[in-house]
């Protein structure tokens, strides 16, 4: 029970712990918000020395998540890396991040030909006005940059996780389905949401699961607005199941006068 030593330490999160170096002593892990000025919300694969606090390494540099797999001498990795406007890549790495080959990557062209189109990723700043929060963004196939379209945001109050995808989809369900019918979808973080940006952003939730998110998803909405002639941000929809269904019966209950429909699907609400 008595605390030998810390093995990491900065202003950022250690996630899961993907590989055990037994023989080494080399922890491999998660990391998420180390690169500065990257969005924090996608996941590295770092190393560290499990018996003294260390120099952490990152082994796969890329802003995107990364999965890996380790080969049986733990001295190589495959590593494979997406983001929602990034297909994906797939390389092979030494054991202190060295790239050893590129095994390849995701062609489009095919569907690019029949008219699919890339999501977006954006950032706005939350209702405080300085935390940074990171979204996507999915636009019609059709998409017309004269034309004002209608923007509904698709939420989830979280505080265990946020579902704003950290990873790549051709169809990122609802929301790229959604968009068809003529609207901008967003999904985007807001404070509170999850425990994967540290302590001050996952507690900001704690005895307010009510009304935490709402401030922050109405703002980002009215600065996307501001930002692009394309959204009309005077027709603003939001929709989202279990917890994300009690967050849209609240924000329409919070802010009628902005929001123009909610869909509440198995809201977890009284």
Request: charged content about 25%.
């Amino acid at each position: 029970g008595n605390l030998k030593n810390a093995i990491t330490s900065g202003e950022w999160t250690a996630g899961k712990i993907v590989e055990i170096d037994e023989k080494n002593r080399t922890i491999f892990f998660q990391a998420y918000g180390i690169a500065p000025d990257e969005n924090p919300s996608y996941a590295k694969i770092c190393k560290a020395n499990i018996d003294e606090k260390s120099k952490v390494t990152i082994l796969t540099p890329e802003e995107a998540t990364h999965e890996v797999i380790f080969s049986p001498s733990k001295r190589y990795i495959i590593d494979a890396y997406s983001r929602p406007d990034l297909p994906c890549r797939f390389s092979v790495r030494d054991i202190r991040g060295k790239l050893i080959a590129s095994l390849g990557e995701v062609n489009l062209d095919d569907l690019y030909k029949k008219g699919w189109k890339m999501p977006e990723t954006f950032s706005v700043k939350s209702a405080d006005g300085e935390t940074d929060l990171y979204g996507v963004m999915w636009k019609p196939f059709d998409f017309d940059s004269t034309k004002c379209y209608p923007i509904i945001s698709y939420v989830y109050p979280g505080p265990q996780f946020e579902f704003v995808p950290t990873q790549f989809s051709l169809i990122h369900d609802r929301n790229t389905r959604l968009a068809q019918l003529g609207f901008i979808v967003i999904s985007v973080g807001h404070r509170g949401g999850t425990p994967m940006r540290g302590k001050a952003y996952h507690t900001y939730s704690s005895g307010r699961l009510r009304d935490y998110p709402l401030a922050d998803d109405k703002y980002a909405i009215e600065q996307l607005a501001q930002r692009y002639s394309f959204i009309n941000g005077k027709k603003v929809g939001i929709y989202g199941h279990s917890g994300g269904g009690f967050m849209a019966a609240a924000a329409i209950c919070t802010y009628p006068d902005f929001y123009t429909a909610a869909v509440s699907c198995s809201g977890n609400h009284d």
